[in-house]
């Protein structure tokens, strides 16, 4: 099974995917760290992404997600899936064993996290560009984020029975 958490900047998907992961023993791949650098660069700079520059990403990241369900591995993506296009590329592949974790919170509380965080490529300043590019997903565990991550991570288990 391939478990994707979603959701903007700053809503703790590499925090919540990390500790889901760990807990299961699954892989975590963080999709940021896929992207090329070029790609990075831009975003570092406070410009958000144009589909142009996604398409490479998003096509490394289907085939990460291919491989896993073609060999049965059970992994744990972070992913911010802000389109259904990019989310129906990787569900397609077999929308049985690709599950979908949303994880949303009210502005003030992203806004903050991001805020205080460190040695982050992504500024706080692209936190309203991307609430503005979400599409909201229909086919996702919708989970509020301003609880304590561990209580997320149980929330999260005890809902997909995993
Ligand atoms: N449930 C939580 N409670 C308190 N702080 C949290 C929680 N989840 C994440 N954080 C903190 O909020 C910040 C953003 O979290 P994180 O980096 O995991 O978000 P992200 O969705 O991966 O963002 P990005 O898309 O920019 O990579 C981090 O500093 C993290 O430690
Ligand atoms: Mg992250």
Do not use: C
């Not at 049965?72 to 129906?88: C, H, I, P, W």
């Not at 040695?119 to 984020?145: I, K, N, Y």
């Amino acid at each position: 099974m391939v478990v994707i958490i979603m959701g903007v900047s700053g809503a703790g998907k590499t925090t919540v995917g990390r500790t889901l992961a760990a807990e299961l023993g699954w892989r975590f791949i963080d999709a940021d760290d896929l992207h090329p650098r070029s790609n990075v660069m831009k975003m570092a700079a406070g410009a958000p992404l144009t589909d142009e520059d996604r398409a490479p990403w998003l096509r490394k990241l289907r085939d990460e997600v291919a491989r896993a369900l073609a060999q049965g591995e059970d992994v744990v993506m972070a992913f911010s899936g802000l389109k259904q296009a990019y989310r129906t590329l990787l569900e397609e592949l077999d929308p049985a064993h690709v599950r979908w974790v949303f994880l949303h919170a009210p502005h003030e509380v992203l806004a903050r996290r991001m805020s205080q965080r460190q040695g982050h490529f992504m500024p706080a300043s692209l936190l309203e560009s991307q609430m503005a590019a979400m599409e909201l997903p229909s086919r996702a565990l919708s989970v509020d984020v301003t609880p304590p991550p561990a209580d997320i991570v149980k929330h999260i288990r005890d809902e997909l029975g995993v």
